[in-house]
């Protein structure tokens, strides 16, 4: 048994432990609680738990999680400290979710936030669209489209269809010139006189 001035009884555990293991209580006789730390917890972790429960709120198993690994509460795996981005402000360092978890919160939140889509609403559009681009009905659809002026979602493109829009800036002027031009049609002035040139009608 370890020394008396050392050691206290939990009245709980009956444990016999070091005073250290105990809180401070100033209405004590010793000054400190009569419960250790460990019971303590685990009163206050349970009792929290049963307040939760019969305000209807969810509560969260105990997980056991091995050193240099975390609980990813999100998609429930415990995954090593690499799959998780840094945060200096949490008291682990590391961010509430892991890499995969906040990669898909990311692209909902950029979704909901440039578009006012979720998810099912940008599927929903791409199957209307049969699954493919709907600008060059070949490729599959991966960027939403939509008008920088109204903000309206067009639909969906693929990568290079989004990328060519953006390159002729909605211009449909200059989107049909370029399909006249591709077809063969050049739309060039044409010189008529030294220093005078006829645009194309």
């Not at 999680?65 to 795996?77: D, M, N, Q, Y």
Request: proline share 4%; net charge positive; glycine share 6%.
């Amino acid at each position: 048994m370890a020394d008396e001035s050392n050691a206290k009884q939990c009245r709980k555990c009956k444990r016999e432990l070091p005073v250290a293991a105990f809180a401070r209580d100033r209405n004590r006789r010793d000054g400190l609680q009569v419960h250790c730390r460990e019971c303590v917890a685990e009163y206050s972790a349970a009792h929290s738990r049963r307040r939760r429960e019969a305000m209807g709120m969810s509560v969260r198993e105990k997980v056991d999680v091995p050193a240099g690994r975390k609980l990813c509460r999100t998609c429930g795996e415990v995954k090593p400290h690499s799959e998780w981005h840094r945060n200096a402000t949490a008291s682990d360092g590391l961010s509430t979710r892991c890499k995969a978890c906040r990669a898909v919160r990311g692209r909902q939140d950029h979704l909901k936030r440039e578009y006012g889509l979720t998810e099912a609403e940008r599927d929903e559009s791409t199957a209307s669209q049969a699954g493919v681009c709907c600008a060059c009905l070949s490729a599959p659809p991966q960027h939403v489209d939509h008008c920088h002026e109204t903000g309206r979602v067009r639909g969906v493109l693929c990568f290079s269809c989004n990328a060519a829009l953006g390159q002729f800036k909605d211009r449909p002027d200059a989107i049909r010139r370029a399909a006249a031009y591709v077809e063969g049609i050049a739309w060039k002035p044409t010189l008529v006189a030294p220093g005078v040139c006829r645009l194309p009608s």
